[in-house]
């Protein structure tokens, strides 16, 4: 029973395409196993989000998992990633909050909830992303408090990365994360985005977040502690495999409506083995942080 729930967690994760699957074959079994559990889990919650068209039967999918999460903390699991879950928490310090807290970020998804100010984004990113870094540096283990800190702005460079990526077909979904206030301030329409309109608005807007991704990316290495590099190595591999997509987006962004950056699972793997053996090196000599090996 405990390896077809395992294996159900791994399929999950395979099956997204998700380029953490990728970071996650280097690490060891028990740490594995729980990160396939973690991402099955984003990943059922994230589908009902993405693809349950109805809002009611949407919040009503995510309301099982609510639920779900109670009986799995309560060592009581019905469904395979709830299992998979409850051997996870057994075994690392994984809180139920945390978990509760990526629910409300699928919440403000199916309720449409509108981004009018960039507190209303970041409140976004931290649930969907932030939470979920929180969550894996349990996994991965830490010595320092600051490693949240790290941990939550890996978490938001890769959520920005993935809004700029994502923005036609976010659009096409009728979902527009780039708050209110900047598209007034840039002057961009929604109807902007639908159409897929490069004004010089949108130009400059695009520019804009470019910046403040590639902000959180320096700022994530910056906070990273020296103490942690080693354990918390497979963070770094997942952001250098997001760092690769942001760059192809920063290179091009006049493409993102027509030609989105996509990496074939080849080349994660590839970003994947380099970083770790780039993060090996490190850990005999002193090699300066970065994304980009």
């Known amino acids: 029973m405990a390896q077809d729930t395992r294996q159900y967690c791994e399929d999950k994760t395979r099956g ?10 280097f690490l060891p ?5 729980a990160m396939m559990a973690l991402y099955a889990f984003c990943r059922e919650v994230d589908d009902i989000a993405d693809e349950v068209s109805d809002p009611d039967v949407a919040m009503q999918k995510l309301q099982f998992w609510n639920e779900e999460l109670g009986r799995t903390f309560e060592d009581k699991p019905r469904h395979p990633v709830g299992k998979e879950l409850n051997w996870a928490r057994q075994h690392f310090h994984l809180t139920e909050e945390l978990f509760l807290e990526i629910l409300d970020g699928m919440r403000m998804d199916v309720a449409r909830q509108p981004m009018l100010k960039p507190a209303d984004l970041a409140l976004y990113c931290h649930r969907v992303a932030g939470v979920v870094g929180l969550l894996t540096i349990e996994i991965f283990g830490h ?44 002057g961009v329409t929604d109807q902007d985005f639908m159409d897929g309109n490069m004004t010089t608005g949108m130009q400059t807007l695009i520019a804009h977040y470019i910046d403040k991704t590639s902000t959180l990316y320096t700022r994530a290495l910056l906070l990273l502690p020296k103490e942690d590099r080693e354990s918390l190595r497979p963070s770094l591999l997942m952001g250098a495999i997001y760092y690769t997509h942001f760059k192809r987006i920063r290179k091009n962004p006049h493409a993102l409506w027509k030609h989105p950056p996509r990496l074939l699972p080849v080349h994660k793997i590839w970003i994947a ?21």
Not at 16 to 25: C, D, K, Q, R, W
Not at 275 to 287: D, G
């Open 143 to 186: 010595q320092s408090r600051q490693a949240s800190d790290f941990a939550t702005t890996l978490g938001e460079a890769l959520q920005f990365t993935n809004i700029l990526r994502d923005l036609k077909e976010d659009a096409e979904r009728g979902r527009i994360y780039i708050p209110q206030q900047d598209l007034i301030r840039f």
């Open 273 to 293: 083995w380099r970083m770790w053996r780039y993060e090996k090196r490190a850990a005999k000599r002193v090699l300066p942080l970065t994304f980009d090996v």
């Open 29 to 33: 079994e028990d740490q594995r196993r």
């Open 16 to 25: 997204s395409g998700s380029s953490f699957f990728y970071a996650f074959l």
